[in-house]
T-cell receptor, first 113, second 115 residues
């Protein structure tokens, strides 16, 4: 799976949009971009994933550049509960289920009031 | 949504004992389960991949005789830390996925402390 690069930490004011960048310049055409987050002492929580189109769900939006070499996770109105480590993971879905998610160091997002 | 349950969430044991951690998929058939370990201030490290009805595949550096994995049914996988020592103290997390069941979902982890 392609490697990702994320800033180690970011700060965001409560109520503001949090924009978390991720570089994945070696991504191949059949690899998806996944975002998970991990709140302290909990298991990772799925946020969103996409292949090449922008995606939006109730938690966040995922913007993928046209060349697919980078993406941005957007939390539109950050709250204190969004403070967590955010992981951007590139993964091939070939056989629908069997490949593990490989975690990098992620971005620690700190939301303050 | 899919739910993965881990038990226990927290365990303290004496050195030399064996500890079993359970991972259950509550509303889907988990054909594949993954076990991770996380040390303080570090990221999750994949330990092994477990497919239902077959032997687990361990990552390089993970002792298969130390960390016994059983995936006997489509809803349950267990990780047994045998003869645990203080250096095995860590946060153990499982995830599960099934046929046509993306994305993967994670349990809430088990914090293991060996005294």
């Amino acid at each position: 799976d392609a490697k990702t690069t994320q800033p180690p930490s970011m700060d965001c004011a409560e109520g503001r949009a949090a924009n978390l960048p991720c570089n994945h310049s070696t991504i191949s055409g059949n690899e998806y971009v996944y975002w998970y987050r991990q709140i302290h002492s909990q298991g990772p929580q799925y946020i969103i994933h996409g292949l090449k189109n922008n995606e939006t769900n109730e938690m966040a939006s995922l913007i993928i550049t046209e060349d697919r070499k980078s993406s941005t996770l957007i939390l539109p109105h950050a709250t204190l509960r969004d403070t967590a480590v955010y992981y951007c993971i590139v993964r091939y879905i070939g056989n629908q289920a069997g490949t593990a998610l490989i975690f990098g160091k992620g971005t620690t997002l700190s939301v303050s009031s | 949504g899919a739910v993965v349950s881990q038990h226990p969430s927290w365990v303290i044991c004496k050195s030399g004992t064996s500890v079993k951690i359970e991972c259950r998929s509550l509303d889907f058939q988990a054909t594949t389960m993954f076990w991770y370990r996380q040390f303080p201030k570090q990221s999750l490290m994949l330990m092994a991949t477990s497919n239902e009805g077959s032997k687990a595949t361990y990552e390089q550096g993970v002792e298969k005789d130390k960390f016994l994995i059983n995936h006997a049914s489509l809803t349950l996988s267990t990780l047994t830390v045998t003869s645990a020592h203080p250096e095995d103290s860590s946060f153990y997390i499982c995830s599960a996925t099934g046929r046509n069941r993306e994305p993967q979902h994670f349990g809430d982890g088990t914090r293991l402390s060996i005294l």
